[in-house]
């Protein structure tokens, strides 16, 4: 993977989607479900996580309220619905999103470049962009090194916490939720007739035991609905938040004008922000922790914009979130100024409401108001997650499409069940949601200040506005940030240490995996060979050509890699036809399947040597489907039509690649016929002889052989268009795909060597344990082991 090319902008975009206000009302009726039920319930716990005891006034209530209404208006409103979404990269958003964007614009990618890589990618069909005339800002960006890894510390450290907040928010919510259930459990208890003393040891339990065994069910219901996409818990719990709105605004509209204090209104006033300021205590500072909570998933609105598009979240915020959640916390904010000394137990949203019956009925509600509230958070950890990965930043995991019209809508089963576990582990060893909420404070607040530096770059090196504009953005969003980061600090002994433990965690994968990465690339580039040395090699030592077809996986763009020749070193053949077969990870989100494939010649035409770079974004789903050797043999049919006139082409020792479109059906070259089902197991494969794959059981290989469906192929009839050199190449092809197919895969083994420092050591054995126990490259999944050479090479680090 290279981040500094920059690629066109002819492929950085997926296929176009217009947007009509038809699917504007769809896409926010699905948001509803999905983003904003996260934002919805937050004041569950905003006003709960705080105990009724440390309310000393109705000022300072006030106060409180007066930072809720200008938190919601500057970072929920002003800076994400309208200025950070705007930063999308092709659609996509968070923190990747934005490093990707800088990637690209800024050249700030730290693994290394072959400049090779670059050469053969700008195809004849490419629109070149032109060059921009760099700025000051971004001449020294890209001079000093250590700038790219600051940017590449903030994107990891930035998707370190929106995991984070998926572990913690799914705990937080439920419990918030469960303890309102305990309470009317606790008031049910009172129909009973027993004593008074007895009474309140039972009423205890309720309120302290109950909840924490009901949150632990909810939350293993909630992530086991996860496989079933953010498309379709989108419309199954959009009617629940939108009841839940219905609620909490009619009782924010009682407490208000009818019951309680219309004065509250007056707080909107930024005065009483200044009140509680100028009369500040460290106790009193520690507050803002919980009250910063009120935010608690406006990143969301960016992280999951791939699951739907601004204008609806856009729209559904500023239409019905935010007067809704205005309203909720101004109502709630009356009553606790009248009953702020009511009880010395925290203060629960249902305490506001004066039915009892009705108040039974919320409690009961809020259990599912908070299970799709937890949806936004998990949604967006998926969708960094997938990002992490397409940039080789995360461990490779299994990442499911949910949908087929939009990209972003993923699900991963094993990250779905790791944040089940450490969810509960909150739950169970917490049980408290006070302390819940402190670590879920400092992930929000931390991850919108890295959102607010990264933004501000993007401002200046992506849109190119002045300096002083982005200055300005970064000032005035990062103060306001940092007063909450430090609130959050303050409370770093109860309970906001375990987000610390979560991110030291993820942030050691991230750099492992991206450090392992990074060496693998660097050994890649070091050891490769050319052409040349092949041909000079081919006559001493006699190299054999066998029937067949040769894929050749490798990393590298360009040359031989070194594990084949390696191969050809020890074990003089190579078969009929050779494809060297390359994976190419660009910073963008996707590239559309009509331009994902570049095909190119090594060598003189009669060595029948093909280079095939396949090309996906960060978002695609690399392909690993039955049919994918057949986009590749058509693919390399059409290169042969179409490259007959070019004599660079067939000529060049790296020859000049182009696109091929990967849609079968509208070739000329190449005329695919019914597929046929064949054994792939060892009796049946023509290609025994050449190697098989040592891991796993061989004797269930003989005896469950794998059936795989494959798709043959014949010439078109004589044409005056195809030269008869076409017809004998694309012949050869045929022929070769029928004698069969052998696939080499590189296998790299780390030897740490003793003189190397205790750090390199740490992350090159965590590299090596997570390579073994991830999943396969996805280039190796549908392939039989009969058919799979695996050739291994020793790297000394």
């Known amino acids: 993977m290279d981040h500094h090319h920059n690629p066109s902008p002819g492929f950085n975009v997926a296929p176009e989607f217009k947007e009509t206000w038809r699917h504007t009302v769809l896409l926010s009726f699905q948001s509803l479900g999905v983003i904003y039920g996260h934002l919805s319930i937050a004041p569950l716990f905003v006003f709960g996580t705080l105990s009724a005891e440390d309310i000393k006034s109705d000022d300072m209530i006030y106060e409180l309220f007066s930072f809720i209404f200008w938190t919601l208006t500057i970072i929920p409103l002003l800076k994400h619905a309208l200025i950070v979404l705007r930063a999308d990269d092709d659609g996509e958003g968070g923190t990747f999103a934005l490093y990707s964007l800088l990637c690209r614009h800024a050249g700030v990618g730290l693994l290394p470049n072959d400049q090779s890589v670059n050469d053969i990618l700008q195809t004849e069909e490419q629109s070149h962009p032109k060059v921009k005339r760099k700025s000051r800002a971004r001449k020294a960006i890209e001079k000093h090194k250590s700038s790219h890894y600051f940017m590449l510390v903030l994107a990891l450290v930035g998707s370190c916490l929106t995991i984070g907040d998926g572990v913690l928010t799914p705990a937080l919510s439920v419990l918030s939720a469960s303890s309102g259930l305990g309470r009317s459990l606790a008031d049910f208890s009172c129909l009973f007739p027993i004593s008074e003393k007895r009474r309140d040891h039972v009423e205890k339990i309720l309120k302290k035991d109950v909840p924490v065994p009901t949150a632990c069910a909810i939350l293993v219901c909630l992530f086991t609905l996860q496989r079933y996409g953010s498309h379709k818990l989108g419309f199954l719990f959009a009617p629940v938040v939108i009841i839940w709105l219905l609620f909490i605004t009619v009782i924010g509209l009682y407490n208000i004008f009818i019951h309680f204090e219309p004065r509250i209104i007056y707080a909107i006033s930024p005065i009483y922000m200044f009140k509680f300021i100028r009369s500040l205590k460290t106790r009193s500072w520690g507050f803002l922790s919980s009250i910063l909570l009120c935010m608690a ?384 197991g060892p009796a049946s494969s023509p290609n025994t002889q050449i190697g098989t794959r040592s891991s796993g059981d061989s004797s269930r290989s003989v005896s469950a052989p794998i059936r795989r469906k494959k798709v043959r192929f014949t010439l078109p009839p004589s044409s005056p268009r195809m030269r008869l050199s076409v017809r004998e190449e694309l012949q050869g092809l045929i022929d070769a795909r029928e004698s069969g197919t052998a696939y080499f895969l590189g296998q790299l083994h780390f030897q740490v060597c003793g003189s190397s420092n205790f750090l390199k050591k740490f992350l090159i054995m965590t590299y090596v344990f997570l390579d073994k126990n991830c999943r396969e490259p996805p280039v190796a999944l549908n392939i039989p082991h009969a058919a799979l050479l695996e050739v291994g090479m020793v790297y000394k680090i």
């Not at 959050?488 to 991230?510: A, D």
């Not at 090309?615 to 039955?626: A, E, M």
Request: charged share 15%; proline share 4%.
């Open 297 to 680: 998933g406006s990143e969301t609105m960016f992280t999951d914009l791939g699951h739907f598009s601004k204008r609806s979240i856009r729209v559904t915020f500023v239409c019905l979130i935010y007067p809704v959640l205005l309203l909720c916390y101004a109502g709630q904010a009356a009553f606790i100024s009248k009953h702020f000394d009511v009880s010395k137990d925290s203060v629960h949203l249902s305490e506001a409401i004066p039915n009892r019956t009705i108040r039974h009925v919320f409690r009961i509600f809020s259990l599912f108001a908070s299970v799709v509230g937890s949806q936004a958070t998990i949604t967006a950890s998926f969708s960094i997650i997938n990002q992490c990965v397409g940039l080789d930043c995360f461990p490779r995991v299994k990442v499911i499409h949910t949908s087929d019209k939009i990209y972003g809508q993923v699900y991963i089963p094993d990250v779905n069940w790791i944040l089940m576990v450490l969810s509960l582990i909150a739950t169970l060893g917490f049980r408290d949601m006070k302390l819940i909420g402190n670590a879920t404070g400092l992930a929000i607040i931390s991850s919108m200040l890295i959102t607010t530096c990264l933004m501000s770059l993007v401002i200046a090196l992506y849109w190119e506005k002045s300096l002083f504009l982005s200055a300005c953005f970064l000032v005035f969003f990062g103060l306001i940030e940092v007063m909450y980061l430090l609130a959050s600090l303050l409370n770093f002994h109860e309970g906001t240490w375990y987000l610390v433990v979560l991110m030291v965690i993820f942030m050691t994968i991230m750099l492992a995996w991206h450090y392992g990465t990074l060496k693998k690339h660097e050994f890649d580039l070091q050891n490769k060979v050319y052409f040349d040395w092949l041909a000079d090699l081919s006559p001493g030592l006699e190299v054999s050509r066998v029937p067949g077809i040769g894929f050749i996986y490798t990393d590298v763009l360009t040359g031989i890699p070194a594990f084949f020749s390696h191969f050809i070193t020890n074990l003089p053949a190579y078969h009929q036809v050779l494809i060297f077969l390359s994976f190419k990870s660009l910073p963008v989100p996707h590239i559309p399947p009509c331009q994902r494939y570049l095909i190119g010649r090594v060598g003189p035409k009669e060595y029948k040597i093909y280079r095939c770079i396949v090309r996906y974004g960060y978002c695609d789903s690399v392909r690993d489907t039955d049919d994918f050797e057949e986009h590749i043999i058509h693919s390399i049919g059409e290169f042969i039509f179409r490259g007959e006139a070019d004599v660079e082409a067939l000529s060049s020792p790296e020859g000049k690649m182009i696109i091929v479109g990967s849609q079968m059906a509208d070739g000329t070259a190449l005329i695919p016929l019914g597929g046929t089902i064949t054994s792939a």
